[in-house]
């Protein structure tokens, strides 16, 4: 979890909690399989296997004066327990309160909760709720049930700043976006989309220095190809891919396109990713790089936010992905292989 000062995802996301109990602020998580993760990544809960099957939580315990720690394996009701964390947050505002989805397709059976509740309760009713969700969301060949946490779905009904749309890519991003939810002053629900195979990725993990210095970034630059570099092309990602992308550069040592990575998609951080396009020649041409169906994932959104921020003058927006699909993916291990 931690190797020569680097900090693994799993790790980074126990020391924003621990550091928010530290501070007096409670966390809760509950989800179908918290606590061992279901990636077998997070082993919060230790459980003794020969004498009296007793149960011990180590983050609970870190400290004599600390804020509750609570972290419960749910039943398998999607809609039954996000519509009770949803409560659980209206009630104690200052608490980070966390719903984990076991893949991020299984909100599926909560939509009623999201589509009643969590996008529209501030606009119909005056009611706040700072509710974090994590979708784990990715392509890794385990079927059309187990790898979309249906991003298009919270980006369609996105608007008057709802909620927040999140796809961290780095164990410290990770970190200080858990940590800002809590630590502002306002409530917004949180729309995690966090990784499977990535979870165990070196790539991914954060130096110690990024977790006590810097801030969540909304859109990360590619500092490797600047303007100098004059890449033939720019592409924008959101998640897993981003990281593949430039594990392929390094690997091929190319430096003739860029990669910008957009952490942050809702409220859509358009000055940040402007900002990075300007170190670029005008009329480079940029993509829209995403795993999912062409029907699905943020190429929709992206494409019509591009034109309402008078972005598409200057670097007009294609796209790169899999064709129009009914289902999210293919069932085939096989057929993901050869799409990816």
Partial sequence: MVENRTVDWAMAEAMAFGSLMKEGIHVRLSGQDVERGT??????????????????????????DQAPYEVCNSSLSEYGVLGFELGYSMTNPNALVLWEAQFGDFFNAAQVIVDQF???????????????MFLPH?????????CSGRLERFLTSAAEHNFQVAIPTTAAQHFHLLRRQVKRKWRKPLVVFTPKSLLREPYVASPIEQFTEGHFQRVI????????????????????IGV??????????RTDFAVIRVEQLYPLPHKEIEACLSQYASGTPVFWVQEEPRNMGAWYF???????????????????CRPESASPSTGSKKSHKIEQ
Avoid at 118 to 132: F, P
Avoid at 138 to 146: D, I, L, Q, S, Y
Avoid at 312 to 317: A, D, H, I
Wanted: charged share 30%; with cysteine; proline share 4%.
């Fill in 39 to 64: 990636f077998s990544h997070r082993h919060h809960v230790l459980h003794h296997q020969t004498k009296d099957m007793s149960t011990y939580n180590a983050l609970a315990n870190l400290y004599p």
């Fill in 302 to 320: 992206m494409k019509v936010k591009w034109d309402e921020f008078g972005l598409e003058e200057k670097w007009p927006l294609k796209v790169i």
């Fill in 221 to 240: 630059a590619d500092e490797a190809v600047r303007n100098d570099s004059a890449p033939q092309r720019v592409l924008l990602t959101a998640g897993k």
């Fill in 118 to 132: 969590i996008c529209s309760a501030e606009d119909k009713w005056d009611r706040l709720s700072g509710l974090t």
């Fill in 244 to 253: 593949e992308l430039l594990k392929a550069r390094e690997q091929a040592e």
């Fill in 138 to 146: 990715g392509f890794e060949g385990a079927g059309p049930e187990h």
